[in-house]
């Protein structure tokens, strides 16, 4: 059977949802999901990574997955693997369907539903980020379809409000927000979150989504404390950590910096133009919220544009949670 | 990371079309002073200040040109010459760089909105700085759309 005109979208989510044997619910951030699948370990696997930002919900989503390993093979459509350097995109029947030759997964993203369907090889062939941080594609495209947004960024939170810390991979964002764990600040994300945008009722609220964090070498050199929550190693040989919390509270976010690493100037928060923090953090999150880039652009200019802005420049990251905490006292929202 | 859109010296020819945003693939905000644009389909991004932000926000909306122009003068207490010879230089770049497309002018009674945070401010020629560090990622990993004619038959290109 290869995928063509006479395939439909619909029937391969259907079939991968009456290859479903087992079930558990979870809650995702804001999301509350309905796991489907035919293995317990793996829908167990996919769970264990989750925060649940308690308090708020969204509309509850259906994530199924299908492996080759539980359905008929001859149902495994051939042509939806592209080129590992490609990534496909259909619209069909009201569904969506992305398929990612990088790591072959195959998404099925269907609004009327509220159902996404992960098409996979096998449960082990996904790639080491989607084991560390599941479900990506699904946040992305639901908190779309929620007018919220995935951002690429860091979050902490002291017990009333958030900041989040924007910039480019690799300029620090998760050692200054793992440097606040244990420092008397919660951290609600080392990469990502979910952000909800400003209303006419209510401020702009950053949803915490995974428990587990990365950090490099250097890094846990820098903060050395955190070696004891070292649980394995993740993507590019980073340390992944286990921050312990099963449910983190949603913040309204009363700023957002952008992390600059200064070695030779101390750690210090300065004023930042909004339009600066948004070219900061519009592009790389964008990048990552490609077919939802339009909405992901407004979610992040009205965030943007409701909250105070700085300039984090970072020397020593063992120095960050005092700032953060001077800028969470100076901001009121 | 970023270059500069160097114009050439003014011509003399003043503005003359009517330009509009390409909403397909470009968003943009105006945010205390400054324009921050991004093409979704290329993952370039362009950053505009001052009087250049001043120009964008004329020309995005489908103005008369002349309108434009004078609306453009006034804000900056310029020479409306200068500023209509300028104007349709930058508008031919930011054509070039596909963030504007020409198009009929909308109605003459809509008000042109132009930043606050510029008025007054000396008039300078408009230059956009281009970013195009997200470019070479979106390059190396392009989005392919197909339509009904199947997959993996590939219709259309987002990176080109």
Known sequence: MTFDSQTTLAHLAERAFRAATCQRTVDFGPIQVRLLGASPEHLERIAQPLVASAGVSWAPLQVVVATADSVDSRYIPPALRPRRDQMIVAHREGITALANGSDGTLWLLDPKRATATLWIKAFDALPVWEHTSPLRTAARWWSTVQGAAMVHAGAVADDERAVLLVGDSGVGKSTTALSCHRAGLEVLGDDFCLVEPPTSSAPATAHAMYRLAKLDENALNLLPHLRSQVIGTGWRGKKLLDLGHDSVASRPIAAMCHVVQEPNSPTAATPLARAQLLRAVAPSTMFQQRLWEHETWNVLASTVRSVHCYRLSVSNPIEAPAVLRSILEADPL | ?160
């Open chain 2, 1 to 160: 990371m970023s270059d500069v859109c160097t114009n050439v010296s003014p011509n003399e020819a003043a503005i003359t079309v009517s330009y509009w945003l390409n909403s397909t693939n470009v968003v943009h905000d105006t945010i205390d002073g400054e324009v921050l644009a991004i093409r979704s389909d290329t993952g370039c991004y362009y950053s505009m200040v001052g009087p250049s932000a001043t120009a964008w926000c004329a020309l995005t909306g489908g103005s008369d040109p002349e309108a434009a122009a004078h609306a453009v003068a006034e804000h900056h207490l310029a020479d409306i010459t200068v500023v209509s010879a300028e104007l349709a230089v930058f508008a031919d770049a930011l054509v070039d760089e596909s963030l504007l497309v020409p198009g009929a002018a909308r109605a003459l009674t809509a008000a042109i909105e132009l930043p606050p945070e510029t008025a007054g401010q000396a008039w300078t020629t408009p230059t956009f700085e281009k970013y195009t560090d997200m470019q070479d990622l979106l390059l190396f990993d392009p989005i392919h759309e197909v339509d009904t004619s199947g997959w993996p038959v590939v219709t259309r290109h987002r990176d080109t």
